[in-house]
């Protein structure tokens, strides 16, 4: 097992157990977190059998980064687990700072049908270790701290719940990595029990979901997910969600060239929508030579701006980012394990 999997509850459950101080879990952390060891020898303040017995226990080993893609404002990490699988994370360069997009799991059993992710199944779900190293091994590769962390790489991370949630409780600890909550955003395409499960995390994350179509006709196409969890049920477990927490909700919708994107879309997307506490995030699409869907041309996306906005839905276009790299999300992934 992996150090990293531990939350600083747990470790301090680990070191009360093994007849120790509570305290040390503080002390550990400030090791992994903010000095960053690479090895169990670099610890000054435990006793020796204490080290001793956290490396019999626990191993300390990162992952491997094996290939990194850079454009404009944008890099693109493949990284190799300790089971030779792949899964991949990007950074993007924003005015803000520095924002990481991350796996949950290897590979994804949503299926939907525009995602390079999906196309390719889910192997297993990454521990708690292999989503906290994700944002560690990017941040000593550049030198430079990461500010706002999105869950929105391979995987459905809410088909990883009890790992998700350790994850977010460890980067977010003021002795870990000390994310601001505000500055993590977990996205799921519709799993309504966990969303229901979420509203009762303390925690202030952010919650995403990808919408991509505004009908159950046109979602059942391109996401088998709605066919599980149709759209009237789920908004209605959204509403109750935003009652719940108050916090603002944040639709993502990825414009396909002539399939989501017309104007009658608009209209019934902003119908569907109109009165949430939510705004739409409108993704121009990644296109990729496995995948048969084609950006939505940039007057199009306009249009279809131009819409939301006359029906007063709070509307941001995504930046697109890495045009030159294998910037759709699993496309690197793909390339590696399909060379």
């Known amino acids: 097992m992996s150090i990293y999997d531990l939350t600083k509850e747990q470790l301090e459950e680990y070191f009360i157990k093994n007849d120790s101080k509570k305290f040390h879990a503080d002390q550990l952390f400030n090791w992994l977190y903010e000095k960053r060891i690479n090895s169990w020898d670099e610890i000054t303040n435990l006793k020796k059998e204490m080290i001793s017995k956290l490396r019999e226990d626990f191993s300390i080993d990162k992952l491997k980064i094996v290939n990194i893609e850079k454009d404009i404002d944008v890099n693109k990490y493949l990284f190799e687990l300790a089971d030779k699988e792949h899964i991949e994370a990007v950074l993007m360069r924003h005015d803000y700072g520095n924002s990481i997009c991350i796996s949950s799991q290897v ?93 009762n995390f303390p925690l202030q994350i952010n919650l995403a979901v990808s919408l991509h179509a505004p009908t159950d006709e046109l979602r059942n196409m391109i996401m088998p997910i709605n066919k599980v969890y149709p759209l ?108």
């Open 107 to 199: 590979g994804c059993n949503m299926g939907c049908k525009f995602c390079e992710s999906g196309r390719r199944k889910k192997v297993r779900n990454l521990k708690t270790s292999e989503m906290v190293l994700q944002i560690m091994q990017i941040e000593e590769e550049l030198g430079e701290r990461i500010s706002h962390v999105v869950v929105m790489g391979i995987g459905e991370p809410f088909d990883n719940y009890d790992n998700l949630i350790n994850m977010f409780k460890i980067i977010n600890d003021p002795k870990g990595l000390a994310i601001g909550a505000r500055h993590i955003t977990v996205s799921t395409c519709g799993l309504i029990p966990k969303v229901k499960e979420f509203s």
């Open 232 to 339: 009237d049920e789920l908004i209605k477990a959204l509403k109750e969600y935003i009652k719940k927490t108050n916090r603002r909700l944040t639709f993502e919708y990825i414009l396909l060239e002539g399939v989501n994107d017309s104007t009658k879309n608009a209209e019934e997307l902003a119908n569907l929508i109109k009165g949430m506490n939510a705004y739409v995030n409108l993704i121009p699409y990644n296109q990729t030579e496995n995948i048969e869907f084609k950006r939505t041309s940039t007057i199009q996306i306009m249009r279809f701006y131009d819409i939301l906005k006359k029906n007063k839905i709070n509307i941001t276009i995504r930046k697109e980012f890495g045009s030159k790299i294998s910037a759709a999300c699993g496309q690197l992934r793909s390339k590696k394990e399909e060379q």
